[in-house]
């Protein structure tokens, strides 16, 4: 489904795009996408290295779960060229963005790597939301409710419109049993959710009317296969089992029937919570 969602766009707007922002990720996953279509195989781990190495975060993402079951060496490779990527323009520019997109790559496959690269970014840039929440990420395996806590929290402080540090942390309060908690947390996370917007949201509304690159801003929905991927199915369903538990039979069913809906259909936040 994910990899086919670019079937409109034509090499000249595909490359152009890349062209005039190569920083944007979004446009080299439209470029995978368009060579997935048409074939060009032999360009995918250029295209998605590039997009790693600019947005860690698609590790975890709805398309990437899809795209890694169909291409597993092209995402090995794709991996080992972004990280290799990052390390090398570290030891010329040891920047703190470039660190925190490194300790993402690094996050499952080296953690005690990832840590020590989470640690110094947020000495250098402490109001970086992300960073404390991977923190807290890694922290967790400790078992250090405390530590826990600070980091998740902290996260949630410094961007309140971001929903990734709510969900991490509902699903923590959930692994400890504390559900009213937990789903206070999931709801704002989720309600968060409806916000995510392109870069170029604000400029794509401003220029649509113009004739200047047909296409070349790719789809708002694109985003949402792109973030981190939210089973808000799964989310519903521990919503369900918690109403059943209160005899609150009307939430029960209304979190039964949205669990039902978005088994197969991508959430963009627009089913109001109750």
Do not use: C
Not at 29 to 58: C, F, M, Q, T, W
Request: overall charge positive.
């Amino acid at each position: 489904m994910v990899l086919k969602i670019i079937v409109f766009l034509s090499d000249t707007n595909v490359n152009k795009s890349i062209e005039l922002n190569p920083y944007i990720s979004q446009y080299h996953i439209g470029a995978l996408l368009y060579d997935i279509k048409n074939k060009k195989e032999k360009y995918l781990v250029k295209h998605l290295s590039e997009a790693l190495r600019l947005s860690p975060d698609i590790l975890a993402s709805k398309f990437f779960l899809e795209f890694y079951k169909k291409y597993p060496i092209v995402d090995s490779e794709a991996q080992e060229i972004a990280i290799k990527e990052l390390v090398n323009e570290i030891a010329t520019k040891s920047s703190p963005v470039l660190k925190a997109r490194l300790a993402r790559l690094l996050l499952d496959k080296y953690s005690v790597k990832s840590f020590q690269l989470l640690k110094e970014v947020i000495n250098l840039l402490p109001n970086m939301n992300r960073p404390w929440l991977y923190a807290g990420y890694l922290v967790e395996n400790t078992k250090d409710s405390i530590e826990i806590e600070k980091y998740f929290k902290k996260s949630i402080f410094l961007r309140k419109k971001d929903f990734l540090p709510k969900l991490y942390y509902g699903k923590y309060l959930e692994e400890k049993e504390m559900d009213e908690k937990a789903i206070s947390y999931f709801k704002e996370a989720l309600e968060s959710y409806e916000s995510i917007k392109s870069p170029l949201y604000g400029q794509n509304r401003a220029l649509s009317g113009l004739k200047i690159i047909p296409n070349s801003y790719l789809p708002n929905n694109l985003l949402y296969f792109l973030k981190p991927y939210v089973n808000v199915s799964q989310i519903f369903y521990f919503f369900e089992n918690y109403y059943d538990k209160q005899n609150n039979e009307e939430l029960k069913e209304y979190y039964k029937k949205l669990a039902l809906k978005y088994e197969n259909k991508i959430f963009k936040g627009e089913d109001k919570l109750r």
